[in-house]
C-alpha cells in the first residue's frame, strides 16, 4: 500500500495489511493456525483496536478463504467497533428496530 492510498475499512472495521497476508493463506485452514501465524496482528476500529487471537482466538473453526476469515473477524469484534449504539438517523418517532412509535409527536 502506498502512502496515499486509504487503508481498507469495512464496517467500521480496518484490517490493514492482515487483509493482503489473509489472501495469501493455503486455505482451508483452522482458526488456530491463523492465530499461531498471525495473532499479533492488529484489527482496528473507531472505539479502538484488539489482536486477531482475540477476535479468533475463542473460535474453533475451519476457514476455506479469506473472505470467510474477514466475515468472522468483522462478527466477533467487540460492539465498540459498531459506533454508536441503536442510532438511527430516521429522525424522533422511530425506533432503533426501525418501527415508528405511536405516541412520537411528528413536526
Do not use: C, W
Not at 69 to 85: C, Y
Amino acid at each position: 500500500m502506498t502512502d496515499d492510498e486509504e487503508p481498507e475499512r469495512e464496517m467500521g472495521v480496518q484490517l490493514g495489511d492482515l487483509s493482503d497476508e489473509l489472501e495469501s493463506v493455503d486455505y482451508p485452514v483452522s482458526a488456530d493456525e491463523l492465530v499461531s501465524e498471525y495473532g499479533d496482528r492488529e484489527i482496528e476500529y473507531g472505539g479502538g483496536s484488539e489482536t486477531l487471537e482475540s477476535a479468533l482466538g475463542p473460535l474453533n473453526e475451519d476457514y476455506e478463504s479469506a473472505d470467510e476469515v474477514e466475515q468472522s473477524i468483522l462478527n466477533m469484534v467487540g460492539s465498540e467497533a459498531v459506533g454508536r449504539q441503536n442510532y438511527t438517523d430516521r429522525g424522533a418517532g422511530h425506533h432503533s428496530d426501525g418501527k415508528e412509535d405511536p405516541d412520537a409527536e411528528s413536526f
